[in-house]
């Protein structure tokens, strides 16, 4: 932090929020850049894995407990740039969400990316921020303006009063 030198060369779900904030501070070029090696993360194994070490693409942690990030920077990036690329990008992710995580009455986290077992498992923020999220990528824009509010970290919507 202190020198600029790189640390560690780990990527992971939960750190795939980042292309949507560089986004909303106006730095968009490097959001794009950033969301484009988390989607290059996703479709490595057809699902994103918790943790790659990049400078390898080897997987560090190979479960995925249904998270949203990916497709919260996605909606951002896509209200910021109008560009359909992250439609295209949200097809993906909720069509490998159906394809991989659903059981006959939820849907379930991986235990494995590369094998796609099932866990026995589905945090409730799959249904507060992930499917909201995919909702929100493909919803009309006058869903939610974003001038006039912010999503905290859990994804509710808290109105500017400010």
Known sequence: MNTGKRVSTYF?????FFPGTLA?????DRGRKLEDSAYKMWTLFGIEPEVLDY????IAYNGYALRPEIIESA????????DP???????T???SLVKFCRTEVAYAALEDVQTKKQADDMESFFLAETLKYSYLLFAPTDTVDLSKGVFNTEAHFVRRTW
């Not at 690329?85 to 097809?91: Q, R």
């Open 12 to 16: 992971g779900a939960l750190d795939a």
């Open 75 to 82: 909606f951002y990036l896509y209200r910021t740039t109008n």
């Open 85 to 91: 690329k992250y439609l295209e990008m949200g097809h």
């Open 24 to 28: 909303l501070s106006g730095d968009t």
């Open 55 to 58: 400078s390898t693409m080897k």
């Open 93 to 95: 992710f909720f069509d």
